[in-house]
Every structure is written in C-alpha cells, then in structure tokens.
C-alpha cells in the first residue's frame, strides 16, 4: 500500500505564492520520477513539472520561470513553490510518483489532489 498526501493549496492573489507539499508513504522501496499534474475545470488534467530522483527538472512551458519543483528523497517529498501566479494557474493540483514497493510491483500513484484558486 502506497499513499500520497499533499497539501498547501489554498486561494491566492494574482501575483502571490504558495507552496504545495506531497509525501509519498506507505510499503516503498524506492520512488523514481515524482510531479506535479494540474485540472483545471472542463479541461484534461496537464503536467506541470516533474522531478527525476538525480533531480533531473522538466517544466511545463507556461510555468517556466514561476515555478519551482523540488525534492527530498529522504522524505520520499516533492514540493512546488509557485510565484508570480495567475488566474490561469486555477486547478486541482495532484502529486504523481512512480513508486517500487517493497514487493517488487511498480506503482504509478497519485495523490487526491489539492485545490490552489488564484482570484483577487
């Protein structure tokens, strides 16, 4: 059983910051690549970044220079520091990894999401 938790959403101005966090949990034997995929209302869930476990960034064109993807592979966390946001930036925003158990299965897990609202 493998679980991932985020947290940090919340409703932010235009211009502002936030900061999502996501552990991942449970029967891991090791997790490689980690991210971050958004959905926004009445559109298909996107990627936003994603982190390999030699820290290895890829970002999505449009949050490319405001946000930043890290990684603690101690604390199997990733985290998402977002400035600058814009209204655009509204979505659920879910934590992704793929995950080895401790059985040998290969997991691609997702966390429940958490929801960031940028609005004045």
């Known amino acids: 059983q493998v679980e991932l938790v985020e947290s940090g959403g919340g409703l932010v101005q235009p211009g502002g910051s936030l900061r999502l966090s996501c552990a991942a949990s449970?029967?891991?034997?090791?997790?490689?690549?980690m991210g971050w995929y958004r959905q926004a209302p009445g559109k298909w869930r996107e990627l936003v970044a994603t982190?390999?476990?030699?820290?290895?960034?890829n970002y999505e064109d449009s949050v490319k220079g405001r946000f930043t993807i890290s990684r603690d592979n101690a604390k199997n966390s990733i985290y998402l520091q977002m400035n600058n946001v814009r209204p655009e930036d509204t979505a659920v925003y879910y934590c992704n990894a793929d995950v080895i158990t401790d059985f040998g299965n290969v997991l691609d897990a997702w966390g429940q999401g958490t929801l960031v609202t940028v609005s004045s």
């Open positions: 449970g029967s891991i034997f090791r997790v490689d690549t």
């Open positions: 982190i390999t476990s030699n820290d290895v960034i």
